[in-house]
């Protein structure tokens, strides 16, 4: 029995329903739209996503690559690196030749791409000028390699909630791929007044990283 059928045979009929409903990359991404956003000390898998609604940027990243592994996606997983900010984590897919990503975020910017970008780094710097703290610093600084979920079946990553750091672990791990020289970050222009207001459109701010302060 492979992972997905051992998945699907652990929900109830209403989850099942549920789940058998996101049946495409916007629909898995307007599921997690309404999940809430939550960044506790846990990690959840997709089944605990499913039934308490509730997910950080991983947990919602599993919950989209479960998704997308049904869809015959394979499920992958990309980091994204900040400085004085939270790092973020993106289910990526793969339509045409094309990448696209799915992701639950606090930040309006940080979530849905379609699958329009020819590579991965492409992809990445998308996100860019809408990674930013509440200091108005633009954040993001390099990306991993994307990491396969299936290298994890052993902990039984879909259903279960008790080993998941083991993924976040790797991902620390994995090569990661710089965005930017240090004279362009020294060089780069606070995000402006309108944009920085439009991305935090709903956001939850006791849930938002505080950036350090600096003399």
């Keep these: 029995m492979s992972m997905l059928e051992d998945f ?15 049946n495409s990359p916007s629909k898995i991404q307007a599921f ?19 039934r308490r609604g509730k997910a950080c940027c991983l947990d919602g990243a599993l919950l989209a690559a479960a998704a997308l592994m049904r869809l ?11 400085d004085d900010d939270d790092d973020h984590i993106i289910a990526i897919y ?35 000028e809408f990674y930013y703290n509440l200091g108005y610093k633009k954040t993001l600084r390099a990306y ?6 299936r290298a994890f079946d052993r902990i039984r990553w879909m259903g279960e909630d008790t080993h998941l750091e083991a993924i976040a672990e790797r991902l620390d791990e994995i090569r990661k791929f ?14 402006d007044k309108r944009t920085y207001k439009a991305g935090m459109l709903g956001a939850d701010l006791s849930q938002v990283y505080k950036p350090c302060k600096r003399n």
Excluded: W
């Design 8 to 22: 699907e045979r652990s929900l109830s009929q209403k989850e099942l329903k549920v789940f058998h409903s996101l």
């Design 32 to 50: 997690l739209d309404k999940v809430t956003y939550c960044d506790e000390d846990v990690y959840r898998s997709p089944l605990s996503v499913l």
């Design 72 to 82: 015959e996606h394979p499920p992958l997983i990309v980091e994204m690196i900040a």
């Design 94 to 128: 793969k339509q045409n030749g094309f990448f696209g990503a799915i992701a639950k975020s606090n930040f309006v910017g940080l979530r849905f791409r379609e699958a329009v970008y020819r590579n991965l780094r492409e992809l990445v710097m998308s996100y860019f």
């Design 144 to 149: 991993s390699a994307p990491l396969n979920l």
């Design 178 to 191: 710089s965005l930017l020289t240090p004279y362009r970050v020294r060089s780069l222009s606070p995000v």
